[in-house]
């Protein structure tokens, strides 16, 4: 597969097949995460690998659709995929290359990048995956028993897809490009 045809094909999944993912394709989606570029090369990301059933609800439980964080209900879809890779930014990392001031900033870019390889990596191999950031911070925080620096940022659900979902439509690039507009009035 091309890189046009990975890039072009990556969709969130929802359903899986009730097939497992070996930890040869977690890791190798892993090494992809974590080839992503990082400010200072700091590398802020931290992998939790989630199997079990008891401990997969107890995600899932601290998610929620849409906007509404405190009555939205679960994601229950999530349940279907057989392995959740949860994506953590190590905030001490930043700090102590880049003090408090873009914390927020270098650990949301950075480990957003890394979850892209993570995304495309899973098409690559013949894997689907879905980027979830509608969770419950505090709660997951909790759930997982994370290090006080540790910051959730995304719960990856991976598996084989059981659905080939619409392809969204995008806007055409064209009406988002600008060129050399420094001085000029933009339309």
Known sequence: MNYNDIVKERRSIRSFLDKDVSTELIYKLLDYGHAAPSAGNIQPWEFII???????????????????????KPQEWMMTAPVFIVVCGNQEKVRQRYGDTSLDSILYLDTSACIENILLGAVYLGLGSCYVSGFRKDELVK????????QPI??????YSNEVPYKRPKINVKKIIHFEIFGEQRS
Not at 50 to 72: H, L, P, Q, S
Not at 154 to 159: D, E, F, R, S, T
């Open 154 to 159: 995304a719960i990856l659900p991976i598996g």
């Open 50 to 72: 989630i199997r079990n059933e008891e401990n997969k609800r107890a995600v899932v439980d601290t998610t929620f659709i849409g906007r509404d964080e405190k009555n939205g």
């Open 143 to 150: 759930v997982l028993r994370l290090p006080e620096d540790y």
